[in-house]
């Protein structure tokens, strides 16, 4: 599947003499969006062959990749289950319109403690899940696994060989470890993390033995799923300007730091920035009622 690449006019880009376009793989579905329906295409293959019927995977409360499995295994007749962090969502997971959305696909939500959850990828913990639940075919958090890299090495395409820099959002790197194997050697793949930490280096370089990538080492909002009215202001502005809807915890923080960098002469003149679009809008309804509570702007629909 072959996705668009938008290209965006803003007076910034102009001023520096930079150009961004952005890749819309957040078209490909409303729900399985992005980089979701890349990682989860081979795996849902590998899945059919082994002859599995049930999906189980792990995620938080606003997870994509919730969703997206939740939705992807409706519509590919496998049953499903999510491991999802946090006992105390128990009682209220009506509330969250991610876990909703899920189980209106026929998720079945299993909640566990947040010490437990830790245990992800102890064998010994997806034993008590197999004794539980029967037999199922693993997708590991966020769904990164080698076969999800392999999805994700199809993002890019001949017809993106003129770009000089691929940026992408950073969850667990799976993403950008597909990007890096894809792209071209006068290509530099920037990742922008959605997390704190280092940890994710070590991750990528276990998919993509390559160099010409970097994770920039700025964080402008303060680590996974924190927003403030500065985020909510430019993706609502963005929209406006371009017609492109960003979400709070991926896309919009991406871009937000391209042109963090364009205005700091980080990218510099005559760069053609290919920025892909990882999807994850369903979020939106998430995060606005956590706004909503702050009394914080909520972000446009
Ligand atoms: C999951 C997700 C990411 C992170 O992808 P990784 O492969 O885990 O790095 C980025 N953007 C969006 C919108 C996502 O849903």
């Known amino acids: 599947m072959k996705t668009r690449n938008q290209e965006v ?24 969006s992005g980089n979701k329906y890349r990682k989860l295409k081979y795996n849902l293959l590998q899945a059919k062959r082994l002859q599995h019927k049930t999906l189980l995977t792990f995620g938080g409360a606003f997870s994509n990749h919730i969703a997206a ?5 409706k519509e590919e007749g496998f049953n499903t289950i999510g491991v999802i962090r946090g006992e105390e969502l128990e009682n209220k997971w009506q509330q969250n319109p991610t876990l909703k959305l899920a189980a209106s696909h026929g998720m079945h939500l299993h909640f566990v403690p947040r010490e437990r959850y830790r245990d992800k990828e102890n064998e010994h913990f997806i034993a008590l899940l197999e004794e539980k639940f029967g037999l199922f075919y693993l997708l590991p958090e966020g769904g990164t696994n080698t076969l999800a ?30 990007l890096i194997k894809s792209s071209r050697t006068h290509q530099q793949v920037l990742g922008f993390s959605a997390l704190k930490g280092d940890f994710l280096k070590e991750d990528i370089r276990k998919f993509a033995n390559k160099s010409n990538w970097e994770v920039v080492p700025e964080d402008h909002f303060g680590g996974y799923a924190k927003v403030n009215r500065e985020l909510v202001e430019f993706i609502n502005n963005f929209k406006k300007s371009t017609g492109i809807p960003l979400d709070p915890i991926y896309t919009g923080k991406l871009v937000f730091g391209i042109l963090d960098r364009v205005k700091k002469g980080k990218i510099t003149a005559n760069t053609r920035v290919l920025a892909v679009h990882t999807g994850g809008l369903q979020g939106i309804f998430g995060m606005n009622r956590v706004l909503e509570k702050k009394n914080l702007p909520l972000i446009d629909l």
């Open 149 to 178: 890299v392999q999805g994700c090495e199809e993002i890019l395409t001949d017809a993106d060989a003129h770009f000089d820099v691929i940026a992408t959002a950073v969850g667990t790197g799976g993403t950008m470890a597909g």
């Open 69 to 73: 499995t939740a939705c992807v295994g």
């Open 9 to 32: 006019r803003l007076p910034i880009l102009e001023k520096n003499g930079v150009a961004l376009s952005i890749k819309r793989e957040d078209e490909i579905h409303p729900i399985i």
